[in-house]
């Protein structure tokens, strides 16, 4: 894990180092909870890069109804002037587990996989732009991450991605495969101390104690921690039902709460 976090240190810094000049794409594989999208957002915000997330598994062919590619896209067009990530989640799910013969794979998402090959391969992007009219724009300042769960193999590497469906051409532009384990308990109990929510919800709620705030969703991460799939996800639900449900009482109903600039809280006991 240590050698992963270098590596992608790394290519972050020889993105950002060289201005979007290099740009590693990468694929980054990992079990639900394993904390993929986060890590990403994580190193993004720390080097100060501008951060979209898209779901591949949301998008349909273009020309075809729905959300297409052209329109996940958008917001990079206000992102331009920025180095920007362009984290593309459920990657997995534009092809078919174990078929490496494209032939038996859904025209819509083997559409899709083509259309972010082209992206890809490309500078400039055609997004949907305003009156529902397409522009392009320029994209040598995005680097794209392409993740998904892969049906929670461990240690993909190019090879059984090609068998798995990625197209051999988009590899030959996406080489790089990164695969992330499980978070530690140790590392969600640190991110839980120190997140932006807690904190937020203590400086609202003053007569609450965060070291008895710790102290429960310390024990409350112990216990669900074998069960968790929401990974760094699962550290917000907790804050959230800790604040709004009280901390013993997470299935009684909400209590109204009127919103001022301090709140007396109210543990739900």
């Not at 720390?46 to 779901?55: H, K, S, T, W």
């Not at 074998?226 to 901390?247: A, E, S, W």
Request: glycine residues 8%; charged residues 25%; contains cysteine.
């Amino acid at each position: 894990m240590q050698n992963f976090e270098k590596e992608l240190n790394t290519l972050f810094n020889v993105f950002t180092a060289s201005e979007a000049e290099l740009r590693p794409h990468f694929i980054l594989t990992g079990s639900s909870g394993s904390g993929k999208s986060w890590t990403i957002a994580k190193l993004a915000e720390e080097f100060g890069l501008g951060f979209l997330e898209i779901n591949a598994a949301q998008l349909t062919k273009e020309g075809t109804a729905g959300s297409s590619l052209s329109k996940a896209l958008a917001p990079l067009g206000q992102m331009q002037q920025q180095l920007t990530v362009c984290f593309v989640d459920e990657f997995d799910k534009l092809f078919i587990a174990g078929n490496s013969n494209s032939e038996t794979a859904h025209e819509t998402t083997l559409g899709v996989q083509n259309e972010f090959l082209k992206v890809v391969e490309s500078d400039t992007a055609s997004v949907f732009g305003d009156y529902g009219k397409y522009v392009t724009i320029s994209t040598k300042n995005v680097l794209y991450v392409f993740a998904g769960a892969f049906n929670g193999e461990e240690d993909i590497d190019l090879d059984r991605l090609r068998e798995l469906g990625v197209k051999t051409e988009f590899l030959g532009r996406v080489g790089l495969v990164y695969n992330t384990a499980k978070v530690t308990l140790e590392t969600l109990i640190k991110t839980m101390k120190d997140s932006h929510y807690l904190a937020t919800y203590l400086d609202l709620f003053p007569d609450v104690k965060r070291e008895d705030v710790e102290a429960t969703l310390t024990q409350q991460l112990t216990d669900c921690y074998d069960n968790n799939t929401l990974g760094y996800r699962m550290i917000t639900t907790l804050i959230h039902q800790y604040f709004i449900k009280g901390p013993n009482s997470p299935d009684k109903e909400t209590k109204k709460v009127t919103f001022q600039r301090k709140l007396s809280f109210q543990s739900g006991t």
